[in-house]
């Protein structure tokens, strides 16, 4: 594999709406106030669970996050709602996360000082698509002039860093001479905002980059990918099951255990361990530790799950500068957290630095890059 692989421009593109804690648990405790007046009887004689109430003291000490943007606001707060109204588009018409796709994709070309004629493949990678072909990669291709090939990837929260690594082997292998890839992550459709333990998690974004030879970069702020890592473990724990074949099974397709949901508590026991093992096993790699990493653009799912990491990898707390935080603003962006703190906190590095890009999520799968500015 060609050492000489970067990424030479990153974008990011985030709604025009946004929902506090406070807002999401007016709307959430209304709700659950009155579903238990209406199922009373059947709570009283243990046919149904009574519906927690919430604070939004519990979502940030859970989560660390605060508020989180969102694609459509309107019906998400709505109690005989609970979901986003999202107009349904023509076939003739752009589609929502081809659109998110395209604005984040145009922030990225701009950093890196590239065109549409520059790029010949795109990989759209998220957790989820809107629907199943064509590809919203061939889409936003198209809407941006490109020529060459396109596809999508699906790897839940590990999605964008999986992608970053198909990119690089491209161009180390020579099938293509710049590959842009775009996270349009658009998740509130698929969360169960009735649900107290996980109606606050997501939030909807777009990020993107640009992956090419070193010998063809020309953006100012220029990232050598020394190597990528990845692994795989399969778990139960985080599911969603909307599916098409729900038809064929005679079951609600739009039904609470269709929506995402996860068993919390044993995925940090699992997941911390396994990300601090992929993280010092990649570093070693290149002869290097904790201490040589000058930035971490860890996964933005839960704070109390990456201080656990960082603390076990660097033996104390790192600052904010080193280890940044956006999921206060941002929430859990499925695979997009780990490229806004990238986008977010990258300019500030000096030439030789070291830094750590790294996902973690349902599978389990983790995915990692080492970067060093050029």
Same mark, same amino acid.
């Given at each position: 594999? /060609?050492?000489?692989?970067?990424?030479?421009?990153?974008?990011?593109?985030?709604?025009?709406?946004?929902?506090?804690?406070?807002?999401?648990?007016?709307?959430?405790?209304?709700?659950? %106030?009155?579903?238990?007046?209406?199922?009373?009887?059947?709570?009283?004689?243990?046919?149904?669970?009574?519906?927690?109430?919430?604070?939004?003291?519990?979502?940030?000490?859970?989560?660390?996050?605060?508020?989180?943007?969102?694609?459509?606001?309107?019906?998400?707060?709505?109690? !005989?709602?609970?979901? &986003?109204?999202?107009?349904?588009?023509?076939?003739?018409?752009?589609?929502?996360?081809?659109?998110?796709?395209?604005?984040?994709?145009? !922030?990225?070309?701009?950093?890196?000082?590239? %065109?549409?004629?520059?790029?010949?493949?795109?990989?759209?990678?998220?957790?989820?698509?809107?629907?199943?072909?064509?590809?919203?990669?061939?889409?936003?291709?198209?809407?941006?002039?490109?020529?060459?090939?396109?596809? !999508?990837?699906?790897?839940?929260?590990?999605?964008?860093?999986?992608?970053?690594?198909?990119?690089?082997?491209?161009?180390?292998?020579?099938?293509?001479?710049?590959?842009?890839?775009?996270? &349009?992550?658009?998740?509130? &459709?698929?969360?169960?905002?009735?649900?107290?333990?996980?109606?606050?998690?997501?939030?909807?974004?777009?990020?993107?980059?640009?992956?090419?030879?070193?010998?063809?970069?020309?953006?100012?702020?220029?990232?050598?990918?020394?190597? %990528?890592?990845?692994?795989?473990?399969?778990?139960?724990?985080?599911?969603?099951?909307?599916?098409?074949?729900?038809?064929?099974?005679?079951?609600? &397709?739009?039904?609470?255990?269709?929506?995402?949901?996860?068993?919390?508590?044993?995925?940090?026991?699992?997941?911390?361990?396994?990300?601090?093992?992929?993280?010092?096993?990649?570093?070693?790699?290149?002869?290097?530790?904790?201490?040589?990493?000058?930035?971490?653009?860890?996964?933005?799912?839960?704070?109390?799950?990456?201080?656990?990491?960082?603390?076990?990898?660097?033996?104390?707390?790192?600052?904010?500068?080193?280890?940044?935080?956006?999921? !206060? %603003?941002?929430?859990?962006?499925?695979?997009?957290?780990?490229?806004?703190?990238?986008?977010?906190?990258?300019?500030?590095?000096?030439?030789?630095?070291?830094?750590?890009?790294? /996902?973690?999520?349902?599978?389990?799968?983790?995915?990692?890059?080492?970067?060093?500015?050029?």
């Amino acid at each position: 594999m /060609s050492s000489s692989v970067v990424i030479s421009g990153s974008g990011l593109w985030k709604p025009d709406f946004s929902i506090s804690n406070e807002e999401l648990v007016v709307a959430y405790n209304a709700y659950a %106030t009155q579903f238990n007046q209406i199922n009373k009887l059947a709570i009283e004689q243990q046919e149904l669970s009574e519906k927690p109430l919430s604070s939004a003291e519990f979502i940030e000490k859970a989560s660390g996050i605060k508020s989180r943007y969102v694609y459509v606001k309107d019906g998400i707060l709505d109690i !005989d709602r609970m979901r &986003p109204m999202i107009p349904e588009r023509a076939e003739d018409e752009l589609s929502d996360q081809a659109e998110m796709a395209i604005h984040a994709a145009k !922030d990225a070309l701009k950093a890196a000082n590239k %065109t549409a004629d520059d790029i010949d493949a795109v990989i759209v990678a998220c957790a989820y698509t809107q629907r199943s072909y064509p590809a919203l990669a061939i889409e936003v291709q198209g809407a941006l002039g490109i020529k060459g090939f396109a596809f !999508d990837m699906l790897v839940a929260c590990s999605a964008a860093t999986f992608a970053l690594h198909r990119a690089y082997e491209m161009i180390a292998a020579g099938t293509a001479k710049a590959v842009l890839v775009i996270n &349009p992550e658009l998740t509130t &459709p698929q969360v169960n905002f009735c649900d107290r333990d996980s109606h606050f998690i997501f939030g909807d974004v777009a990020t993107a980059m640009v992956v090419e030879s070193a010998q063809t970069a020309k953006s100012e702020h220029v990232f050598e990918i020394l190597s %990528t890592k990845a692994v795989t473990e399969y778990s139960n724990n985080i599911r969603s099951n909307f599916s098409y074949v729900s038809r064929a099974n005679d079951v609600d &397709p739009f039904g609470e255990d269709k929506l995402f949901h996860q068993v919390g508590r044993k995925v940090f026991k699992e997941v911390c361990p396994m990300a601090v093992e992929h993280i010092s096993e990649h570093l070693a790699r290149h002869q290097l530790g904790s201490e040589n990493v000058s930035r971490w653009w860890l996964h933005q799912a839960n704070i109390n799950m990456n201080t656990l990491i960082s603390r076990k990898l660097l033996g104390r707390q790192p600052d904010l500068q080193e280890a940044p935080i956006v999921l !206060d %603003t941002f929430a859990n962006t499925a695979s997009a957290g780990s490229i806004i703190a990238f986008y977010l906190n990258h300019k500030d590095l000096q030439s030789g630095d070291i830094g750590l890009l790294c /996902s973690f999520g349902a599978g389990y799968s983790i995915g990692s890059l080492v970067l060093k500015k050029r």
